[in-house]
């Protein structure tokens, strides 16, 4: 039995997006490390509950920037002027962004400090007393990192550009480390708000290190690149142009964890941390796999030089290899998310603080965002593929239609459905989580219909993604045959059963994938071989 075979990527290509990849990797175990110890010291309570809606703004922000508006804008810009040879006019133009970034930096630390009880009313409505008033201590305390994460995304455009991948996406995890040394100084003792505080202190010192890290790197990239406005250069113009197209587009999509925290602090305490610990989980297969090749793929897609068709015929060409490979990797995640997400939220939460029924209200959340995780995880490739087309607007208006229906969809599943269906209001995580994934599926189908429409046939098919979700259903039935066992014999100790369970899911569907030929599992299977013989 094979599968139809995905279009070949060069070597050097593919490295991109490995290297991306492992970045990502690093700072998002070092980010679940860190989360880990986190719910050690606070569990699911209101301190937990304030943190995460604090964290929300910077969060927001660093992917508005840091891999949205800046990426879509600068780099296909940036790309573009390199690949023709232009390097002069292409670091007039690094130094201008590096200005006007450096400005909307200062504009937004000032607002955010100046409007801190209004974005708290923003982001918290059901916040009140105690909980309202330290959230908006923490928002000031928050904002000047926001403003260092904004200006180190100047650096990430830069280092991408020139396909020095790895570091702008692996330096997220001096942060992680900054808010696990604040907390173990700090001490549980110190009580649930005191220990946010000094999380907050370690948020900031972490971006802050982030910024010190990248920017020798890049100022390297860009020898003579001195501040200017730059506003006589139309690509600077250019730039400017698709900024406010690629900045409306990512806000318009960042609204929708907005509203998931504004609905998610309307229902019961705890119910924002519980949102938060499962988001944590949900994004590390997009950001491992989605963000990963997108990321690696738009200064590629954007260097695509000659006639139209042939410029569409390169961009089909790689976004087609993408998809492939995103599905290979999260159809797995989905199935481990519903089948087995008891045992990677034990396993990384379950101590201290953090109980077994916490433990389950991640489970079922996450489930929730299994629902749409594979098709929010395309869209994001496709994003690119217009951003690296020139089109801003097309992802602006699916994304503000992705809104409206995450907003409706939300609200009716996380009150109205729960009371028809007599489910405690705790539960209001799940629909959360499932609203925002069936809104995510929405985008990811008019995406693809408007690209057909400009370039012609692409995508995988149909037959290929019911394989991968047949093998994904097999691993996971091999991996319960595993845990009944142990659980009866262990008891509830995640972290003597999932280890055990998770890797045999793993391994059975990878093996599934090279019994079945399909080209990433062998491929896989390769560089596996070829590291363990090293």
């Known amino acids: 039995m094979t599968v139809e075979p995905a279009a070949e990527v060069p070597p050097s290509r593919v490295r991109g997006s490995l290297a991306v990849a492992a970045g990502i990797l690093a700072s998002r175990v070092a980010g679940l490390v860190r989360q880990s110890v986190f719910a050690y010291y606070l569990g699911g309570g209101a301190?937990?509950?304030?943190?995460?809606?604090?964290?929300?703004?910077?969060?927001?922000?660093?992917?508005?920037?840091?891999?949205?508006?800046?990426?879509?804008?600068?780099?296909?810009?940036?790309?573009?002027?390199?690949?023709?040879?232009r390097h002069?006019?292409?670091?007039?133009?690094?130094?201008?962004?590096?200005?006007?970034?450096?400005?909307?930096?200062?504009?937004?630390v000032a607002l955010g400090v100046a409007f801190a009880p209004q974005f708290v009313d923003l982001i918290a409505p059901g916040f009140e007393g105690a909980r309202r008033a330290e959230t908006v201590s923490l928002v000031r305390i928050v904002f000047p990192g926001v403003g260092l994460l904004v200006l180190s995304a100047w650096c990430l455009g830069i280092l991408n550009s020139h396909r020095r991948f790895?570091?702008?996406?692996?330096?997220?995890?001096?942060?992680?480390?900054?808010?696990?040394?604040?907390?173990?100084?700090?001490?549980?003792?110190?009580?649930?708000?005191?220990?946010?505080?000094?999380?907050t202190y370690g948020i900031v010192a972490g971006a802050l290190a982030q910024l010190l890290v990248q920017l020798p790197a890049a100022l390297r990239l860009v020898p003579g690149a001195r501040p200017a406005l730059g506003s006589g250069s139309p690509e600077v113009r250019a730039v400017v142009s698709r900024f406010s197209g690629a900045l409306l587009s990512r806000g318009v999509a960042q609204l929708s964890g907005y509203i998931d925290q504004i609905l998610a602090s309307l229902l019961p305490v705890g119910a924002v941390a519980t949102l938060a610990f499962a988001q944590t989980l949900n994004l590390l297969p997009v950001s491992l796999f989605g963000t990963a090749i997108s990321a690696s793929e738009l200064p590629e897609m954007s260097s695509a030089t000659g006639t139209v068709d042939e410029v569409h015929r390169a961009v089909v060409k790689r976004l087609d290899a993408g998809l492939a490979r995103i599905a290979f990797f999260v159809v797995p995640s989905a199935m481990a998310f519903v089948a087995?997400?008891?045992?990677?939220?034990?396993?990384?939460?379950?101590?201290?603080?953090?109980?077994?029924?916490?433990?389950?209200?991640?489970?079922?959340?996450?489930?929730?965002?299994?629902?749409?995780?594979?098709?929010?995880?395309?869209?994001?490739?496709?994003?690119?593929?217009?951003?690296?087309?020139?089109?801003?607007?097309t992802p602006m208006r699916v994304?503000?239609?992705?809104?409206?229906?995450?907003?409706?969809?939300?609200?009716?599943?996380?009150?109205?459905?729960?009371?028809?269906?007599?489910?405690?209001?705790?539960?209001?995580?799940?629909?959360?989580s499932a609203s925002a994934g069936l809104a995510g599926w929405i985008e990811y189908l008019v995406l693809r219909a408007a690209l057909r429409r400009r370039v012609g046939a692409h995508g995988v098919a149909a037959p290929v993604l019911l394989?991968?979700?047949?093998?994904?259903?097999?691993?996971?039935?091999?991996?319960?045959?595993?845990r009944l066992p142990l659980a009866a014999a262990l008891g509830d100790r995640p972290m003597l059963v999932a280890p055990p369970t998770l890797a045999v899911f793993g391994l059975g569907y990878l093996a599934a994938g090279v019994f079945v030929g399909d080209p990433t599992a062998r491929a896989l299977l390769v560089t596996l071989r070829r590291r363990i013989g090293r």
Do not use: H
């Open 399 to 432: 994304a503000a239609l992705r809104l409206v229906l995450t907003a409706a969809l939300g609200y009716v599943f996380a009150f109205p459905l729960l009371r028809a269906l007599g489910v405690p209001p705790s539960w209001g995580t799940v629909g959360l």
């Open 88 to 108: 002069r006019e292409a670091v007039a133009v690094a130094g201008a962004v590096a200005t006007l970034l450096a400005l909307v930096t200062g504009a937004l």
């Open 47 to 85: 301190g937990a509950d304030v943190f995460n809606a604090a964290l929300k703004i910077p969060n927001v922000l660093q992917n508005l920037l840091g891999e949205g508006a800046v990426s879509a804008s600068f780099i296909p810009v940036y790309s573009r002027l390199r690949a023709e040879g």
């Open 467 to 482: 394989r991968l979700w047949s093998i994904a259903l097999s691993a996971a039935g091999a991996a319960w045959t595993v």
């Open 166 to 199: 790895f570091l702008p996406y692996a330096v997220p995890m001096a942060s992680s480390a900054t808010v696990v040394v604040a907390l173990v100084v700090t001490g549980r003792a110190a009580g649930e708000f005191a220990l946010a505080r000094a999380a």
């Open 340 to 393: 087995l997400g008891g045992d990677i939220a034990g396993l990384l939460y379950q101590r201290g603080a953090f109980t077994r029924t916490q433990t389950l209200a991640v489970w079922a959340t996450l489930a929730g965002s299994a629902v749409g995780l594979l098709g929010q995880t395309m869209a994001r490739l496709y994003s690119s593929a217009f951003y690296a087309l020139g089109d801003t607007r």
